[in-house]
């Protein structure tokens, strides 16, 4: 019979070691994209944390049962496993209405915020969240995945389960649709 201790003294290293140190070296490398993405759909940091422990779980039971090694992007399997286990956790989100935001940013204008300051408050955070939310969800998946979750455009593919060139047409659509909307609502705010 086979020990683990035979493993290491004949230099070969034991199963369960190799797929910790898999599994260790995938979160290492992956935890903040897988991060990024559930919080992009769960909008809440302890929800998002459950969702990326919870992919890495998956992980390590997919690798128990010695499917680890047919897996040939781990970046995208495991971007396309928090991106179910956040959907299934979604909750709904606390509506702020787009007017208030809108008019929180114009306020920061007013009192002569620069550019920067703008840009990184909260106000225009919550802004764009809205706005994007407000876009039709196979266009805001795309961009969700793209920005939040720093994924190339076969990987989102692969996410998604379009073809590549769908997901390239989507995020071309989904930037050009968000510059319309912020412009609609600076035209709405310098008409004030």
């Not at 260790?24 to 944390?49: C, K, M, P, T």
């Not at 970046?75 to 991106?83: D, N, Q």
């Not at 998946?141 to 076969?154: H, K, Q, Y």
């Amino acid at each position: 019979m086979f020990v683990p201790e035979q493993a290491i003294l004949s230099g070969a290293p034991p199963i369960a070691c190799t797929l910790d140190a898999a599994v260790e070296e995938a979160v290492r490398e992956h935890s903040r994209a897988v991060y990024g993405i559930a919080f992009s759909v769960l909008r809440n940091h302890q929800d998002a944390e459950d969702a990326t422990q919870d992919a890495f779980v998956r992980l390590l039971r997919y690798g128990k049962q010695n499917r680890l090694t047919t897996v040939r992007n781990l970046r995208a399997w495991l971007a396309r496993v928090v991106w179910r286990v956040a959907l299934d956790r979604r909750r709904a989100v606390p509506e702020v209405s787009l007017q208030e935001v809108a008019n929180a940013v114009s306020g920061l204008r007013a009192r002569g915020a620069g550019v920067d300051e703008i840009a990184a408050s909260e106000q225009m955070k919550l802004l764009l969240g809205r706005l994007i939310e407000g876009l039709p969800r196979n266009l805001r998946d795309a961009l969700t995945l793209s920005v939040t979750g720093e994924l190339s455009s076969p990987e989102i593919a692969t996410v998604l389960g379009i073809p590549e060139g769908s997901v390239r047409e989507r995020l071309w659509r989904a930037q050009r649709m968000l510059k319309e909307k912020l412009l609609a609502v600076q035209e709405g705010q310098s008409r004030r």
